[in-house]
């Protein structure tokens, strides 16, 4: 498996001319109210099918041949956008043709397509038989796009540190790059300190695998200007703050920031969008070493603030501080970070919700409209400057780790903040990058977060030229 499988036609969905068989999309309403077959009524009441959400019922046809699946919608098939990610497990073998009034047919295609990833690269498993036509209402190609972007997020995330430390997120980022004709370099190890990234530095000298920064530029100068900034810390120990056990057992997700960058790059690259695009990515690895960086430690940033470590396990916020300093130096239209940077955003909202942070008062609604129009949920968290002065330590100009434990997604927000003073326009997600528990459209896994949205939004932009 590389990380670009999904880049072309998925698999899962039937080629154009297929002969496909029906799947009936029904409510308990339907089984009742005589739209159906009479026969393929009784069939279904004598199985005792009710139409629940995600159910799924074979109706069986001449000679042992299947005639139709029923697919039940449940009682509120708005509520469930992408149920259709049931059928990619339930189906049987062969091409299927999906009338589902209750869903738009766009949601119908990605629901199935996000129902249909597994993720086997460790283990055998069978290929994926069943496939969906697309609607000719559906905009296939741009599906297929949202697909690709999302898939390699989970498959970045998902791949084990071993397989996915720095120079192995290097790897897939130069692939993604050059798939598309993007410049990619990189910054590694001591020359980071050279060209002035020492927060980078500092919490990725104590692994085995030298820390970098990588850059991918893409497309053409005075188009809007869009720059992505992906936290990359492909493994977090907590340094010699050191987390727990459990605390450790998901850390290869805390680089789903540059993978969910990365699948809104590839998104954006894939449609050719008249945007001129920078992609950053600090990679890194806060492992314990005897060089490890230490609480007490204070470093001078790239921007030239001094930062005192309190505590080594808040290092994302390090290493994005440089990066968006960087960032900063040629101002963007729009300036996206996005990083798995809080336990406490997850207290605040969850596993399912994307947080986000901005004082663009535009920005944050053209995102939530955004969100909602593609069902991907955000919610938008306050950048309360009143408590701007728990980040002030007497022995440094900033604290990397506010005492108290209080507000601890804002804190991390306002830290960040501090490192962008020239563009207009900045935007900060604090994600999970995982999904917990079973969904019709999402396995448990690596997840992508807001970045449909976020495509949504840069579209616009781009078509605007602003």
Not at 32 to 51: C, H, M, Q
Not at 91 to 97: E, I, M, N, Y
Not at 298 to 313: L, M, W
Request: charged fraction near 20%; glycine fraction near 10%.
């Amino acid at each position: 498996m590389t990380p670009f499988q999904h880049i072309h036609r998925p698999s899962f969905f039937a080629p154009a001319g297929a002969v496909t068989k029906p799947v009936t999309a029904v409510t308990s309403a339907d089984l009742e109210g005589g739209t159906l077959p009479s026969d393929v009524v009784a069939w279904a009441k004598a199985a005792g099918f009710k139409a629940d959400a995600g159910s799924v019922l074979v109706v069986p046809g001449e000679g042992g041949s299947v005639s139709r699946v029923l697919f039940g919608l449940g009682s509120d098939p708005a509520g469930s956008p992408f149920l259709t990610g049931k059928l990619a497990k339930l189906l049987p073998p062969g091409d299927w043709t999906i009338d589902a009034d209750g869903i738009a047919a766009d949601h119908q295609a990605l629901g199935f397509g996000l129902g249909s990833y597994s993720f086997a690269k460790y283990k055998s498993e069978k290929a994926q038989d069943a496939r969906l036509a697309v609607s000719d209402s559906a905009d296939a190609a741009d599906i297929e796009r949202q697909l690709a972007g999302i898939l390699l997020a989970r498959d970045l995330i998902n791949t084990p540190t071993n397989d996915m430390g720095p120079d192995d997120l290097e790897a897939a980022f130069r692939a993604l790059g050059e798939h598309y004709g993007a410049t990619v370099t990189s910054i590694v190890g001591d020359d980071l300190l050279e060209k002035n990234f020492p927060l980078v530095h500092a919490v990725g000298r104590a692994s085995a695998v030298a820390p970098r920064l990588l850059e991918m530029r893409w497309g053409k100068k005075g188009n809007p200007r869009i720059t992505l900034v992906g936290k990359g810390v492909c493994f977090d120990t907590g340094g010699l703050d050191l987390k727990t056990a459990a605390g450790m057992a998901l850390m290869k997700k805390d680089m789903g920031g540059a993978a969910n960058v990365m699948g809104l790059a590839l998104m954006i690259m894939d449609a050719g969008l008249a945007v001129d695009l920078t992609v950053l990515v600090p990679a890194v690895e806060n492992s314990v070493a005897s060089n490890s960086f230490r609480p007490g430690d204070i470093y001078k940033s790239r921007k030239g603030i001094t930062v005192q470590i309190d505590n080594t396990d808040a290092e994302g916020r390090l290493v994005l501080a440089d990066a968006l300093a960087y960032a900063d130096e040629t101002p963007a239209d729009l300036l996206v970070d996005m990083a798995t940077l809080t336990g406490a955003a997850r207290v605040a909202l969850g596993p399912e919700l994307a947080p986000f942070f901005t004082d663009d008062e535009a920005l944050a609604g053209k995102v939530s409209v955004a969100a909602k129009d593609a069902a991907d949920p955000v919610w938008r968290m306050p950048l309360w400057m009143g408590y701007d002065k728990d980040l002030r330590t007497r022995a440094a100009d900033i604290t990397n780790a506010p005492s108290g434990g209080m507000a601890g997604s804002i804190n991390a927000a306002l830290f960040l903040k501090r490192f962008v003073t020239a563009s207009p326009s900045w935007i900060h997600f604090d994600i999970y990058g995982w999904n917990p528990s079973e969904k019709p459209h999402s396995p448990v896994g690596g997840e992508a977060f807001a970045i449909r949205a976020l495509y949504r939004v840069i579209r616009d932009m781009a078509d605007a030229g602003k």
